[in-house]
């Protein structure tokens, strides 16, 4: 089976991905540059970076590989990505996988959530954010931020290093952040999640602090064929955090959805 893996502003290489890498024993996998990453092709207008356009373009290339359908799987934007392409291609996703994601603005409105000021990390979060502009940064300052960012949405922060212990490395395009943190500030599909007809599982883990739980039940609620998955000892990354549970929830979804 083919699974189609790609994140609305993350930038892939050859050292790979830890979300894509959570498929291959189960599915072949494309990890996807969308334009302006990587050697993709470019955006010749403003519009070709909207998460519409972007679904579009994943279709043109599942079309270019003469596949009747595939498989998608995508984590935070990537699993908004995904909400949007099943609601306007379900007939080409054989299964969607969305984790840790939701189908509206989930900052505004969710104090759960680490980008809302109410938030008790909002302060430290932003911190680190503006830290991280600085051009002024050496190698080793810019990944020790990095890595304080991320144990932010870590349940158990000082397994860091268990969890991220591949030489996998990544950029973030910021043309296509710029534009997605302004599509962002509109970005509600809720109503149109009734229109998803493909088998969907949807993963969160309890503590998230960037998706809230609140938002993978809410797209649970409204999408008949979603299985919810709640993993209680994770946050941002399950597929990290739980890995084997992680797995197994995967697999047990395929098997049952493809009888």
Request: charged share 25%.
């Amino acid at each position: 089976m083919l699974n189609c893996v790609t994140h609305n502003y993350s930038e892939f290489n050859d050292t790979g991905d830890y979300f894509a890498n959570s498929f291959t024993k189960l599915f072949k996998v494309f990890l996807i540059n969308l334009r302006e990453t990587g050697n993709s092709e470019k955006a010749h207008f403003p519009y070709e970076l909207s998460m519409l356009e972007t679904i579009f373009d994943l279709e043109e290339i599942r079309k270019s590989l003469v596949y009747s359908s595939w498989n998608f799987a995508g984590h935070s934007t990537g699993g908004m990505l995904g909400i949007i392409y099943a609601i306007y291609f379900s007939n080409s996703l054989n299964h969607n996988i969305i984790v840790g994601a939701a189908a509206r603005d989930y900052a505004t409105f969710s104090k759960n959530c680490i980008y809302n000021r109410a938030h008790p990390q909002f302060n430290n979060m932003q911190e680190l954010i503006e830290r991280l502009k600085s051009n002024e940064l050496s190698n080793e300052e810019r990944k020790a931020l990095l890595i304080e960012r991320t144990k932010l949405s870590l349940h158990k922060p000082e397994r860091y290093y268990d969890y991220f212990n591949l030489p996998i490395s990544k950029k973030m395009s910021e043309i296509r952040l710029n534009y997605f943190n302004r599509e962002y500030q509109i970005y509600d599909v809720t109503k149109k999640l009734a229109l998803i007809s493909c088998p969907t599982l949807i993963i969160c883990g309890k503590h998230d602090v960037q998706c809230p739980i609140e938002y993978s039940e809410e797209m649970a609620e409204g999408i008949e064929k979603s299985k919810l998955v709640i993993l209680n000892e994770s946050n941002h990354y399950p597929f990290l955090e739980e890995k084997e549970l992680f797995f197994k929830e995967v697999n047990q979804f395929i098997k049952k959805t493809l009888v």
